[in-house]
């Protein structure tokens, strides 16, 4: 059986390596039937949300789509249920979503001693996509469904596709993410067992936004079917997530992941 340590390591190299890859993808006439990409990719990614330290991991990088209907990316699978065009050429989708989330090993990093571990959970939500010109936002609710103290997110984001000759496309977003009361005492508070297990004092965190940040994402098509891939994320803890005694005094609330990879297109 696998522990929870590794399965933890799995999906957090994953989430961050196909997000890293893959959230500049734009398929404005994606084919039918099933299509997509699948490689591999080398992450750098923090140790734990607010940690100073880093990890990197190696791991593969899907992402599969049927038509325009459904997709598997970014550890989440979801269905294009509405689809719609305004007049002013707009295109909107929206649809149910599920997603993996992050867990957290206490044994991650020395700041995490004594605080436990969380495991890793299940969302289910939905979310909205406007489409215009190389410019995409969209907005993803997630309510964890499998651990109960792991609340919900609200994510915004807003991105620009730049090709930059016939091989080179280049993306730039800026995203924001709010979390629920629950959400920020599991991944941001510590309790009073906690409290006497690792010897950080009790903080408490509320709901609100708890990031922002940009990212910077790049494909080189090599080939007809292969292209390389590399991205630059950075963004900040914001309020209680920020003050939470392990970021404030024990990690950092300015958080950089970098990827590159390849994958073959089909």
Same mark, same amino acid.
């Given at each position: 059986?696998?522990?929870?340590?590794?399965?933890?390591?799995?999906?957090?190299?994953?989430?961050?390596?196909? !997000?890293?890859?893959v959230a500049g993808?734009?398929?404005?006439?994606?084919?039918?039937?099933?299509?997509?990409?699948? /490689?591999?990719?080398?992450?750098?990614?923090?140790?734990?949300?607010?940690?100073?330290?880093?990890?990197?991991?190696?791991?593969?990088?899907?992402?599969?789509?049927?038509?325009?209907?459904? *997709? *598997?990316?970014?550890?989440?699978?979801?269905?294009?249920?509405?689809?719609?065009?305004?007049?002013?050429?707009?295109?909107?989708?929206? /649809?149910?979503?599920?997603?993996?989330?992050?867990?957290?090993?206490?044994?991650d990093n020395t700041?995490?001693?004594?605080? /436990?571990?969380?495991?890793t959970g299940l969302?289910?939500?939905?979310?909205?996509?406007?489409?215009?010109?190389?410019?995409?936002? !969209?907005?993803?609710?997630?309510?964890?469904?499998?651990?109960?103290?792991?609340?919900?997110?609200?994510?915004?984001?807003? /991105?620009?596709?730049?090709?930059?000759?016939?091989?080179?496309?280049?993306?730039?977003?800026?995203?924001?993410?709010?979390?629920?009361?629950?959400?920020?005492?599991?991944? *941001?508070?510590?309790?009073?067992?906690?409290?006497?297990?690792?010897?950080?004092?009790?903080?408490?965190?509320?709901?609100?936004?708890?990031?922002?940040?940009?990212?910077?994402?790049?494909?080189?098509?090599?080939?007809?079917?292969? !292209?390389?891939?590399?991205?630059?994320?950075?963004?900040?803890?914001?309020?209680?997530?920020?003050?939470?005694?392990?970021?404030?005094?024990?990690?950092?609330?300015?958080?950089?992941?970098?990827?590159?990879?390849?994958?073959?297109? *089909?």
């Amino acid at each position: 059986m696998i522990s929870g340590k590794v399965t933890n390591a799995i999906v957090a190299g994953m989430i961050s390596a196909t !997000s890293l890859a893959v959230a500049g993808e734009d398929m404005p006439d994606p084919p039918a039937g099933l299509h997509g990409s699948i /490689g591999m990719g080398v992450a750098v990614i923090p140790e734990y949300e607010g940690s100073k330290g880093s990890k990197t991991r190696v791991m593969p990088n899907i992402n599969l789509y049927y038509g325009d209907s459904l *997709f *598997f990316t970014r550890m989440t699978a979801g269905a294009n249920l509405l689809h719609y065009k305004t007049e002013q050429g707009v295109s909107i989708t929206a /649809g149910p979503l599920l997603a993996l989330r992050r867990g957290r090993n206490q044994d991650d990093n020395t700041a995490l001693n004594g605080l /436990g571990d969380i495991s890793t959970g299940l969302d289910a939500g939905g979310f909205v996509r406007f489409r215009k010109q190389g410019w995409q936002a !969209s907005v993803d609710v997630r309510q964890n469904i499998t651990n109960s103290n792991q609340g919900a997110t609200v994510k915004l984001s807003v /991105g620009h596709g730049i090709p930059l000759g016939q091989n080179l496309k280049l993306r730039a977003n800026l995203e924001t993410t709010w979390a629920s009361t629950d959400y920020m005492k599991t991944f *941001f508070g510590i309790d009073a067992l906690q409290s006497a297990q690792s010897g950080i004092a009790q903080y408490t965190a509320g709901s609100g936004f708890k990031d922002a940040g940009v990212s910077v994402m790049a494909d080189y098509a090599i080939t007809r079917d292969w !292209s390389g891939f590399a991205t630059l994320r950075y963004k900040q803890l914001l309020g209680g997530a920020a003050d939470s005694p392990i970021v404030a005094s024990l990690g950092s609330k300015d958080q950089v992941s970098a990827g590159i990879g390849i994958k073959y297109h *089909f």
